[in-house]
């Protein structure tokens, strides 16, 4: 089977990702790649091939159900092989809203996306990371694909097709925008993470550990709860199952305790060292160096030692 394998993602970012993705899976299905642009055609969107500029939706708002309408529109009529969208909050909402409407498989926030020309298979992390779960649409389809799992392609000159597909609107309405804060941390991308666990007694205490983060030239994250549950930091810091997934060269996890939903999202990290006053803490399972001991101890101790080398 060979046509066109399309891409969408609101993100810029995300974009580039889902592109390289869909070059795996065009690469197997002998198919092209094609960017899609809802509304206008964004600039900053990369990836290679061609691009299709889906124009009719009214607003300057792409709601996920408004992307999922003007895409499934456009598929009825042009028939993509496969449609990959970024596993982001809005393309989840998007991709299993397109597959419903299409009547086609969806697979949800794959990574390592292959094809044999009939259909595609990607893989899938299940139970904190603990099983890999292999599964298979058959063309065509629809599928998220998980967020860093990919490089960003580059951007490729391709020539840029228009088609109307009509009017579409959304019933619920954006009623506003809130920018984040201009120093939101971008873990994804951080090379060195210092995270912080419940082993930190107080908020007013994080400064130690932002000192040494910044000493390090890193970032700060933490686990769950910091976030979720006492609201010392906001999400994005999160990491984790249900936050961030990091692959820094560095992760030092100061008082975590390494339950295996905090442990799936720091896999991929290249060195892991944690601090821990408790020496069965499974987090030391999952490092590749520990120091058993007090926090308040060891970190202003270590970062003493790093400046002194400077
Ligand atoms: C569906 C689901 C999804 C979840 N997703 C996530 C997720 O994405 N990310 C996540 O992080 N969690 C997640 N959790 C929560 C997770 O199960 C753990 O509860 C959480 O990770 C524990 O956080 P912690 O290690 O900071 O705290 P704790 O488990 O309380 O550990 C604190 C650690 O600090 C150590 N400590 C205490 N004092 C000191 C000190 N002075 N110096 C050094 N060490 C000290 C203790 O020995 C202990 O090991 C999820 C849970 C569920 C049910």
């Known amino acids: 089977m060979s046509g066109e394998v399309w891409v969408y993602s609101e993100s810029e970012q995300v974009s580039g990702e889902v592109a390289t993705a869909a070059q795996e899976v065009a690469k197997g299905a002998s198919a092209e790649v094609r960017i899609v642009d809802i509304g206008s055609v964004r600039q900053g969107i990369r990836g290679p091939g061609g691009r299709l500029l889906l124009k009719g939706p009214v607003g300057p708002d792409v709601t996920p159900a408004v992307a999922a309408e003007a895409l499934a529109r456009a598929a009825k009529d042009s028939h993509p092989i496969a449609v990959l969208l970024g596993a982001t909050r809005s393309g989840r ?18 990574a390592r996306l292959a094809s044999d ?7 899938r992390n299940v139970f904190a990371g603990k099983v890999v779960a292999k599964t298979r649409c058959e063309f065509p389809a629809v599928a998220t694909v998980k967020t860093g799992a990919y490089p960003r392609a580059e951007a490729q000159p391709g020539e840029t097709q228009e088609k109307d597909v ?18 939101a941390v971008d873990l994804r991308s951080a090379k060195v993470i210092v995270s912080a666990g419940r082993g930190v007694k107080k908020k007013e205490d994080l400064s130690m550990l932002e000192d040494l983060a910044a000493t390090m030239h890193g970032a ?36 975590i305790s390494g339950q295996l939903q905090h442990v799936a999202g720091i896999k991929d990290s290249k060195i892991v060292a944690s ?8 987090i030391f399972q999952a490092s590749d160096y520990g120091i058993v001991g007090d926090l308040y101890q060891v970190v202003p101790a270590l970062r003493r030692a ?3 080398r400077r």
């Open 306 to 308: 790093l400046s002194a």
């Open 275 to 282: 601090i821990n006053t408790d020496k069965e803490a499974p």
């Open 93 to 110: 909402e998007a991709a299993s809203r397109l597959a419903a409407k299409l009547g086609v498989g969806c697979m949800a926030e794959v």
């Open 117 to 123: 020309g009939r259909g595609m298979t990607g893989e």
């Open 166 to 183: 009509g009017p579409v609107s959304d019933q619920s309405k954006v009623v506003g925008r809130e920018k984040k804060a201009a120093d």
């Open 220 to 255: 700060l994250g933490c686990s769950r709860p910091l976030s979720a549950d006492l609201g010392w930091l906001p999400e994005e810091h999160h990491i984790g199952l249900t936050g961030v997934t990091v692959k820094p060269d560095l992760y030092l996890a100061v008082g």
